[in-house]
């Protein structure tokens, strides 16, 4: 063999040209191999969670619902007992400020008010008078009214002071008492004085000529004072704050 030959360069059979599918195929990215990402499982600060976790979820789901339902009730139980409670106005006592219903003595309506009484604004200030207040009589009231326990009346006389009614007409101090809650045709004729002892509260309703209070039954302990009233919420008509 000649040193030409050796040289000349070794020559190979062309390539057919691609296919137009293998062109596209050329240009798409390659397939992508999932993988599972691991995260860290985060730990919850519930303790019912941490408790639960290990239960099938349909027991972790009841024990949800029925601790939120628990801690429902627990909540509406606080709130009756510490900041609001609802009563209802079983009497005249009080007419036309706040009613009672039909055919009771002296009712004005069809549906009994339904007021709510603020339990908590005595922890932080005194019983002032002309406030509309529910509490809790002294035993002398189931004796002089044939009914006791919680009573709604409106704060009349202060504790150390001396009340006195004139033929219907209140006196506190020697000063006659300005109370527009009570109308003409609601007075009597009753007179008398009272002296009210230091940490008791005397109390009236406004509707005077069918009203058994304090003139009847003394002064209310401090401590039986429940709250404020504060608002009527039924029947609809009567809405709003008292």
Request: overall charge positive.
């Amino acid at each position: 063999m000649s040193d030409l030959d050796r040289e000349r360069p070794t020559t190979y059979d062309p390539l057919p040209p691609a296919t137009e599918e293998e062109e596209v195929a050329a240009l798409e990215p390659p397939p992508q191999t999932e993988v599972e990402e691991l995260r860290p499982r985060k730990r919850s600060w519930n303790p019912i969670e941490r408790l639960t976790s290990k239960l099938p979820r349909g027991w972790r789901i009841a024990i949800d619902w029925a601790l939120t339902i628990v801690g429902a009730i627990a909540i509406v139980l606080v709130v009756k007992q510490w900041v609001v409670n609802p009563y209802r106005i079983p009497s005249s006592s009080m007419e036309p400020t706040l009613h009672c219903a039909r055919p009771g003595n002296g009712c004005l309506a069809r549906f009994s008010d339904r007021v709510l009484a603020n339990r908590f604004v005595y922890h932080l200030r005194s019983p002032k008078r002309g406030e509309i207040i529910v509490f809790k009589t002294p035993p002398a009231a189931q004796e002089k009214c044939g009914a006791g326990g919680t009573f709604v009346k409106r704060l009349i006389g202060l504790p150390g002071e001396t009340v006195v009614e004139k033929s219907g007409i209140i006196y506190i101090g020697g000063r006659r008492l300005i109370e527009p809650y009570v109308k003409p045709d609601r007075r009597d004729d009753r007179s008398g004085t009272w002296p009210v002892p230091k940490g008791s509260y005397f109390f009236m309703g406004d509707n005077r000529q069918q009203s058994c209070d304090s003139r009847d039954w003394g002064s209310v302990p401090r401590k039986n004072i429940i709250g404020q009233v504060f608002a009527v919420y039924w029947p609809p008509n009567r809405m709003g704050f008292r």
